[in-house]
């Protein structure tokens, strides 16, 4: 931040427009490969395979065959990647489980940052060009760039070929888009160190307490990796937006405040909207949506939540949390939701909330020992409401729960919205800025390496 990217974004500015994507490119294969090099090599491969066939598709367009055939043969090997590397060690494990294959060795295959972001970013322009939403990218150069940009490389948002393929070739950086940019860029900094970090703090501090943090202690506890799990992945969209910007490119919303939810559904559309369009668009729509009737609509959204649940994780607390879902948004859909309409808004939203918190403990404990011990201390007032412990560090932490609280809802982006355009906010909102990165930078000095959360994913 304080080195690679004012050097990236000061050659990129002087440097001639027609070879800003090589450059991209180049610094992005970079920024990828400064940790494990060699993973480079699997995003070069399935930036070449998915270029390769997208040309072809394009090509054979009135050759539905052939055509079909370069899809699958696209969508196989993208897959096929994100197999070997996201899933090996967790089908080995339990094939050793099962006594005549016992001898099978332990694989221990590291999973390559970023894999399952990049991975559905390409499977989409395939896809788009086959179905003729999009036309094949002629230059390996520009598809490169757009598979592995840097700024939202690692956690999302999931950009769509089609969404960014005019900016790839005719985008026209300006001062007031990336003024924008690093205004958007310090929030999800903000997000990221002041907020997220301690509320990881308080969830380390509270978890290892067990049954001693009382009741009311567990559910501070999992309230805290809430907030903690959004603030650092928002946080993460908010800076990849943001850097988009400072380059240029705008790419879609992946977070519209989803804790002021009042029911799951709506939840849903709210957060990481990049991958539930993706599932939505590319999966629940092909196997037939909602139009071929009521028992197939339901299977429909079980492949749908299945699969989103085995894409944060290979682990089947990750596979019982995207069915947990399954069950309330099926439930929401053909059971009770007209009646949950009928309830006030506030109880909506202790009901969505209720549900999206305990969806949390499903997410997190990957033991299902440690789960469901947890699970029951939520429940059981067996250990007294609150422990001694417990409560110092929740009134130590109170003040920055409730500017988390605050934070997850839109009113400081309404207050915002109604002071913009006077000269004395506008002033308030560069002084502002200044002190947050300052404050920021103060912090990650002082604070220990804090990766975001959906790194490993």
Known sequence: MFLYLPAVLACYYVIPF???????????????????????????????????????????????????????????ISLGFLGVFKYTNFITDILRRIPFLSML?????????????????????????????TKAQKSIINFGTYVSFFPQLIAGPIVRYRDI?????????????????????????CKKVLIANQMGVLWDALRPMGAEAGVLGSWVGIIAYAFQIYFDFSAYSDMAIGLGRMFGFEFIENFNYPYISK?????????????????????????GGNRRGVPRQIFNLFVVWALTGIW???????????????????????????????????VRLVYAMFFVTVGWVLFYFEDFGELTAFAAQLFTGANGVIGH??????????????????????????IGKRLEGSAIYRSAEIAM?????????????????????????
């Open 433 to 457: 800025c200044v002190c947050a990165l300052l404050l920021c930078t103060a912090a990650l000095v002082s604070q220990s390496y804090n990766p975001f959360l959906y790194f490993r994913f």
């Open 18 to 76: 027609r070879f800003r994507n090589i450059f991209l490119l180049l610094v992005n294969l970079i920024f990828y490969g400064w940790g494990e090099p060699v993973f480079v090599i699997i995003m070069a491969l399935s930036v070449t395979v998915n270029y390769i066939c997208g040309y072809f598709i394009e090509k054979y367009r009135n050759n539905t065959r052939t055509a079909k055939t370069f899809l699958i043969l696209s969508v196989v």
């Open 312 to 346: 944060h994780g290979a682990n089947v607390n990750f596979l019982l949390w995207g069915l947990y879902f399954f069950v309330l948004l099926a439930a929401e859909k053909f059971i009770y939701g007209k009646y949950l309409q009928k309830l006030p808004k506030a």
């Open 263 to 287: 029911s799951i559904t709506e939840f849903w559309r709210r957060w990481h909207i990049s991958l539930s369009t993706w599932f939505r668009d590319y999966v629940y729509i092909p196997l």
């Open 389 to 414: 412990d417990a409560l110092s560090v929740t009134l130590s932490f109170l003040p920055l729960l409730a500017a988390a609280a605050v934070g997850s809802t839109p009113l400081l982006r309404n």
């Open 165 to 189: 393929a005019v900016q790839l070739v005719e985008r026209r950086e300006n001062l007031t888009q990336f003024a924008s940019g690093i205004r958007r860029f310090t929030v999800g900094l």
């Open 105 to 133: 060795p332990k694989t221990n295959i590291a999973l390559p940052i970023g894999i399952s972001f990049y991975t559905f970013q390409a499977m989409s322009y395939t896809i788009d060009v086959y179905r003729g939403d």
